[in-house]
Nanobody, 117 residues
Framework: VQLVESGGGLVQPGGSLRLSCAGSGFTFSRYDLSWYRQAPGKERELVLSITDTGDSTDYTDSVKGRFTISRDNAKSTVYLQMNSLKPEDTAVYYC???????????WGQGTQVTVSS
Protein backbone atom coordinates (compact mmCIF):
# COMPACT_ATOMS: atom_id res chain seq x y z
CA VAL A 1 0.00 0.00 0.00
CA GLN A 2 1.32 3.40 -0.96
CA LEU A 3 0.20 6.99 -1.07
CA VAL A 4 2.69 9.19 -2.86
CA GLU A 5 2.31 12.96 -2.85
CA SER A 6 3.86 15.25 -5.42
CA GLY A 7 3.60 18.83 -6.62
CA GLY A 8 4.97 20.68 -3.61
CA GLY A 9 7.60 23.37 -3.82
CA LEU A 10 8.37 27.04 -3.37
CA VAL A 11 5.80 29.56 -4.59
CA GLN A 12 5.37 33.29 -4.15
CA PRO A 13 2.44 34.73 -2.21
CA GLY A 14 -0.62 34.87 -4.42
CA GLY A 15 0.57 31.96 -6.52
CA SER A 16 -0.94 28.52 -7.10
CA LEU A 17 0.09 24.92 -6.74
CA ARG A 18 -1.64 21.64 -7.40
CA LEU A 19 -0.72 18.71 -5.20
CA SER A 20 -1.32 15.16 -6.33
CA CYS A 21 -1.50 11.98 -4.29
CA ALA A 22 -1.38 8.66 -6.11
CA GLY A 23 -2.58 5.54 -4.34
CA SER A 24 -1.66 1.96 -5.03
CA GLY A 25 -2.11 -1.41 -3.44
CA PHE A 26 -5.67 -0.84 -2.24
CA THR A 27 -9.15 -0.20 -3.61
CA PHE A 28 -8.79 3.54 -3.96
CA SER A 29 -12.39 4.22 -4.98
CA ARG A 30 -13.75 2.85 -1.70
CA TYR A 31 -11.82 5.28 0.48
CA ASP A 32 -12.56 8.71 1.80
CA LEU A 33 -9.55 10.94 1.10
CA SER A 34 -8.18 13.91 2.93
CA TRP A 35 -5.40 16.43 2.87
CA TYR A 36 -3.77 17.41 6.14
CA ARG A 37 -0.99 19.86 6.76
CA GLN A 38 1.51 20.47 9.49
CA ALA A 39 3.38 23.73 9.88
CA PRO A 40 6.60 23.96 11.92
CA GLY A 41 5.84 23.88 15.62
CA LYS A 42 2.14 23.23 15.08
CA GLU A 43 -0.12 20.23 15.19
CA ARG A 44 -1.26 18.49 12.07
CA GLU A 45 -4.60 19.86 10.88
CA LEU A 46 -7.25 18.54 8.56
CA VAL A 47 -7.62 20.80 5.54
CA LEU A 48 -10.11 19.22 3.15
CA SER A 49 -11.79 15.86 2.68
CA ILE A 50 -13.65 14.14 -0.12
CA THR A 51 -15.84 11.09 0.32
CA ASP A 52 -15.81 7.98 -1.83
CA THR A 53 -18.84 9.41 -3.63
CA GLY A 54 -17.13 12.72 -4.35
CA ASP A 55 -18.63 15.01 -1.72
CA SER A 56 -16.10 17.43 -0.32
CA THR A 57 -15.90 19.09 3.07
CA ASP A 58 -13.86 22.05 4.22
CA TYR A 59 -12.37 21.78 7.67
CA THR A 60 -10.09 24.77 7.83
CA ASP A 61 -11.76 28.15 7.46
CA SER A 62 -8.54 29.74 6.32
CA VAL A 63 -8.56 27.85 3.02
CA LYS A 64 -12.21 28.33 2.08
CA GLY A 65 -12.57 29.82 -1.37
CA ARG A 66 -8.89 29.20 -2.13
CA PHE A 67 -8.34 25.42 -1.96
CA THR A 68 -10.34 22.67 -3.62
CA ILE A 69 -10.09 18.91 -3.44
CA SER A 70 -10.95 16.50 -6.22
CA ARG A 71 -10.38 12.86 -7.08
CA ASP A 72 -9.94 10.74 -10.16
CA ASN A 73 -10.65 7.14 -9.25
CA ALA A 74 -9.58 5.94 -12.69
CA LYS A 75 -6.11 7.25 -11.91
CA SER A 76 -6.28 6.45 -8.18
CA THR A 77 -5.31 10.04 -7.52
CA VAL A 78 -6.57 12.81 -5.29
CA TYR A 79 -5.70 16.45 -5.93
CA LEU A 80 -5.45 19.60 -3.89
CA GLN A 81 -5.67 22.76 -5.93
CA MET A 82 -4.30 25.68 -3.94
CA ASN A 83 -4.83 29.23 -5.17
CA SER A 84 -4.04 32.64 -3.70
CA LEU A 85 -1.41 31.08 -1.50
CA LYS A 86 -0.29 32.88 1.64
CA PRO A 87 2.85 32.52 3.75
CA GLU A 88 0.74 30.92 6.48
CA ASP A 89 -0.05 28.07 4.10
CA THR A 90 3.57 26.97 4.42
CA ALA A 91 3.55 23.40 5.74
CA VAL A 92 4.13 19.79 4.93
CA TYR A 93 1.00 18.50 3.22
CA TYR A 94 -0.07 14.91 3.77
CA CYS A 95 -2.51 12.72 1.94
CA UNK A 96 -4.72 10.39 4.00
CA UNK A 97 -7.02 7.56 2.94
CA UNK A 98 -9.63 5.96 5.16
CA UNK A 99 -12.17 3.18 4.67
CA UNK A 100 -14.35 3.62 7.73
CA UNK A 101 -16.27 0.38 7.29
CA UNK A 102 -13.16 -1.67 7.90
CA UNK A 103 -11.18 0.89 9.87
CA UNK A 104 -8.42 0.92 7.28
CA UNK A 105 -6.30 4.03 6.99
CA UNK A 106 -3.10 5.07 5.25
CA TRP A 107 -0.83 8.10 5.19
CA GLY A 108 1.41 9.50 2.52
CA GLN A 109 4.95 10.65 3.28
CA GLY A 110 4.17 14.35 2.83
CA THR A 111 5.25 17.07 0.45
CA GLN A 112 6.65 20.45 1.45
CA VAL A 113 4.87 23.62 0.38
CA THR A 114 6.66 26.89 1.05
CA VAL A 115 5.03 30.22 0.30
CA SER A 116 7.57 33.00 0.36
CA SER A 117 8.77 35.94 -1.64
Amino acid sequence: VQLVESGGGLVQPGGSLRLSCAGSGFTFSRYDLSWYRQAPGKERELVLSITDTGDSTDYTDSVKGRFTISRDNAKSTVYLQMNSLKPEDTAVYYCYAQWRLYNLRYWGQGTQVTVSS
